[in-house]
């Protein structure tokens, strides 16, 4: 089955950490630019990072730029987000796709909650 699972999610304080992933099956990632995406409630889903096919080339959005970043191990078939200093503003499901912008095509998966909160 062709999919990509994200994974990393959670509950963690304001200043914290967390590493999600996005792992591909059934077909191979680096052939591939992926994109971070995410949606807070009651807001338009948004992108926040993508990385393009050949590792060579990264963008991040302003409000995450300095703080999130993003990486490829397509020898493991996955998709990094590493998020450092995380305010609550951050708290949002996260997505990966096979895109760096949002498209009718995409076939979104279930997503990875991050809450950031006292």
């Known amino acids: 089955q062709v999919q990509l699972v994200e994974s990393g999610g959670g509950l963690v304080q304001p200043g914290g950490s967390l590493r999600l992933s996005c792992a591909a099956s059934?077909?191979?990632?680096?052939?591939?630019?992926v994109g971070w995406f995410r949606q807070a409630p009651g807001k338009a889903r948004e992108g926040v990072a993508c990385?393009?096919?050949?590792?060579?080339?990264?963008y991040h959005a302003n409000s995450v730029k300095g703080r999130f970043t993003i990486s490829r191990d397509n020898a493991n078939n996955t998709v990094y987000l590493q998020m450092n200093d995380l305010k609550p503003e951050d708290t949002a499901v996260y997505y990966c796709?096979?895109?760096?912008?949002?498209?009718?095509?995409?076939?979104w998966g279930q997503g990875t909650q991050v809450i950031v909160s006292t």
């Open positions: 796709a096979t895109s760096c912008v949002i498209v009718r095509s995409i076939s």
């Open positions: 990385i393009n096919s050949r590792n060579t080339n990264t």
């Open positions: 059934g077909f191979t990632l680096d052939n591939y630019a």
